[in-house]
């Protein structure tokens, strides 16, 4: 696996998970960045307190289902780049209300078809910290035009699916 892979992933049975992935329509709960591979594989994501830096070894059990993209098409510096933004995130508290404030733009897209801010700020969720990464990644590209506010895992997912710099790594069983 290579360094700056966007992992996504979901926890089986889990209730947070759950409402996660109703709330957003997503079949992930949760995304986050590959840090380093070496000495030791290590990830940063908006855990439950804050951003931190983290082992991916729990992504790897049963308890959970996950996919990688790799960042193929990008140089080291552009890897180097949006790890570097990232960075500048760990320890910033995560973003819970931020998080509630998804239910009323959840709402309003679903039975209304509009797009509205999310009306809670402050604190960083982990698809606001994968987006800061492919925005620093790659400047001026369509990540510029996701609002951090209302992107989740899914739409995450569903653009770098389809991104000609990222491949897919295949499942392991």
Request: proline share 6%.
């Amino acid at each position: 696996m290579l360094k700056g892979t966007v992992g996504f992933t979901t926890k089986k049975g889990n209730f947070i998970s759950k409402a996660i992935r109703w709330f957003t329509g997503s079949k992930w709960s949760h995304t986050f960045i590959m840090y380093q591979v070496e000495p030791e594989p290590l990830v940063v994501e908006a855990g439950t307190f804050e951003v931190l830096i983290d082992l991916p070894k729990k992504y790897d059990t049963h308890h959970y289902v996950t996919a990688y993209f790799e960042p193929v098409g990008f140089s080291s510096e552009e890897i180097e780049r949006g790890i570097a933004k990232v960075r500048q995130k760990i320890e910033v508290h995560y973003g819970w209300l931020q998080l509630l404030g998804f239910i009323p733009v959840v709402v309003f897209r679903r039975l209304f078809g509009l797009k509205i801010s999310n009306p809670a700020k402050g604190g960083i969720i982990c698809s606001e910290l994968v987006l800061l990464f492919l925005r620093a990644l790659e400047p001026g590209a369509k990540w510029d035009k996701m609002d951090r506010n209302t992107t989740s895992p899914e739409d995450l997912f569903v653009e770098i699916s389809g991104h000609p710099k990222f491949r897919m790594l295949p499942a392991e069983s």
